[in-house]
């Protein structure tokens, strides 16, 4: 299986100011049809996972732009910029490009 | 607005079965295909299985392959998972998960979740 590391784990954020977590994968993310499956997922508290970035750098609907993804090949980055209290909450890489499809470790964001 | 439902959760004996089902609406359920992801209580995702949108293809976790099945109905809106043979470390927050098949295992949508306890 593609093994997926995310670091920080944890990331103690100041209200107002940018976050940025790192996603490593074993195997390039790059598919046969060109295209890179690289998505990640915010999970608040007691809450279900929400899909906020595929394709790298594609926003879901409804997600706002403080959030962008970037990367390519096996090195990837989601950023909060100006981090609201609502960002709290675990957040995860997920790749598609492999059978099984396989998650990274998370990495929890909490307000300072 | 789509909806997905879990239901089938419990506390089950090791080396029993236990059937999830996952009822669908605000979509046209037979485009899609469905994963299911499961959570081990404080754990991070892991991916159980997937099924195409007609039912015909159907890929499992190598932890799971042989003892879990994953099937629809595409009459009822509504996605399974025939777990047997459970075990401890099949305990977790089962998820049902759409496909929106823009790309390869491109999930989206998530349900809310059914526990799962395997205990003696």
């Known amino acids: 299986d593609v093994v997926m590391t995310q670091s920080p784990l944890s990331l103690p954020v100041t209200l107002g100011q940018s976050a940025s977590i790192s996603c490593r994968s074993s195997q390039s993310l790059v598919y046969s049809d060109g295209n890179t499956y690289l998505n990640w997922f915010q999970q608040r508290p007691g809450q279900s996972p929400r899909r906020l970035i595929y394709?790298?750098?594609n926003r879901d609907s409804g997600v706002p732009d403080r959030f962008s993804g970037s990367g390519s090949g096996t090195d990837f980055t989601l950023k909060i910029s100006k981090v609201e209290a609502e960002d709290v909450g675990v957040y995860y890489c997920m790749q598609g490009a492999h059978w099984p499809p396989t998650f990274g470790q998370g990495t929890k964001v909490e307000i300072k | 607005q789509v909806h997905l439902v879990e239901s089938g959760g419990g506390v089950v004996q090791p080396g029993r079965s236990l059937r999830l089902s996952c009822a669908a609406s605000?979509?046209?359920?037979?485009?899609?295909?469905m994963h299911w992801v499961r959570q081990a209580p404080g754990k991070g995702l892991q991916c159980v299985g997937v099924i195409s949108y007609d039912g015909n293809k159907k890929y499992y976790a190598d932890s799971v392959k042989g003892r879990f099945t994953i099937s629809r109905d595409n009459s009822k809106n509504t996605l399974y998972l025939q777990m047997n043979s459970l075990r401890a470390e099949d305990t977790a927050v089962y998820y049902c998960?759409?496909?929106?098949?823009?790309?390869?295992?491109?999930?989206?949508?998530w349900g809310q979740g059914t526990l799962v306890t395997v205990s003696s």
């Open positions: 998960v759409r496909d929106d098949g823009n790309g390869y295992n491109s999930l989206d949508y």
């Open positions: 394709k790298v750098s």
């Open positions: 605000g979509l046209t359920f037979s485009s899609y295909a």
